[in-house]
T-cell receptor, first 111, second 116 residues
Framework: GQNIDQPTEMTATEGAIVQINCTYQ??????LFWYQQHAGEAPTFLSY????GLEEKGRFSSFLSRSKGYSYLLLKELQMKDSASYLC????????????FGAGTRLFVKA | GAVVSQHPSRVICKSGTSVKIECRSL??????MFWYRQFPKQSLMLMAT?????????EQGVEKDKFLINHASLTLSTLTVTSAHPEDSSFYIC????????????FGPGTRLTVT
């Protein structure tokens, strides 16, 4: 079956750096997404990795290792508004494309 | 950027009635749209893939006769929750893939369904 694991909750301090890990076991891998979601709202796209390595975009960076089935999202210079759920999602090509989501990591940023 | 709308944003219905939710891509065409359901404090669960001009592909465990999907045009997919029950109360979110290549999808704002 398809499986995506990420921590349930994390807490970090304003101004600090936090790394949210995601491991996956899937077939038909077509890339990995990270989304941010605030309660009651739709997910907001953060990143998409299909090749190994680190992609940096402002305060957010995302890393992928396909051989290890591993990714992380790195958030720098944390701000209070970064308190949200972060969803790791895998795009699959199983004769058609679809995206499945991990359970999400709730990040609490404290002052 | 690409915009996806959903209507209604919130709906309250009585148990046993049916509810239709619309998902529209406003400035692009999408042969493929997706319907997700999200319960409180949980992640998005893919319900089905909606294909323009053909039958939807449902995920395992999702009742196709209860959740009717129609993708009648390249910009509109509808999800009808038939004979709704309180356990169907959830946040329903659609997304659209403009290129059908799996690396790009745009989410609608979601529909909050409450069944009383």
């Amino acid at each position: 079956g398809q499986n995506i694991d990420q921590p349930t909750e994390m807490t970090a301090t304003e101004g600090a750096i936090v790394q949210i890990n995601c491991t996956y076991q899937t077939s038909g891998f077509n890339g990995l997404f990270w989304y941010q979601q605030h309660a009651g709202e739709a997910p907001t796209f953060l990143s998409y990795n299909v090749l190994d390595g680190l992609e940096e975009k402002g305060r957010f960076s995302s890393f992928l290792s396909r051989s290890k089935g591993y990714s992380y999202l790195l958030l720098k210079e944390l701000q209070m508004k970064d308190s949200a759920s972060y969803l790791c999602a895998v795009s699959l090509n199983t004769g058609g494309f679809k995206t499945i989501f991990g359970a999400g990591t709730r990040l609490f940023v404290k002052a | 950027g690409a915009v996806v709308s959903q209507h209604p944003s919130r709906v309250i219905c009585k148990s046993g009635t049916s509810v239709k939710i619309e998902c529209r891509s406003l400035d692009f065409q999408a042969t493929t749209m997706f319907w997700y359901r999200q319960f409180p404090k949980q992640s998005l669960m893919l319900m089905a893939t909606s294909n323009e001009g053909s039958k939807a592909t449902y995920e395992q465990g999702v009742e196709k006769d209860k959740f009717l999907i129609n993708h009648a045009s390249l910009t509109l997919s509808t999800l009808t929750v038939t004979s709704a029950h309180p356990e169907d109360s959830s946040f329903y979110i659609c997304s659209a893939d403009p290129g059908n290549r799996g690396y790009e999808q745009y989410f609608g704002p979601g529909t909050r369904l409450t069944v009383t």
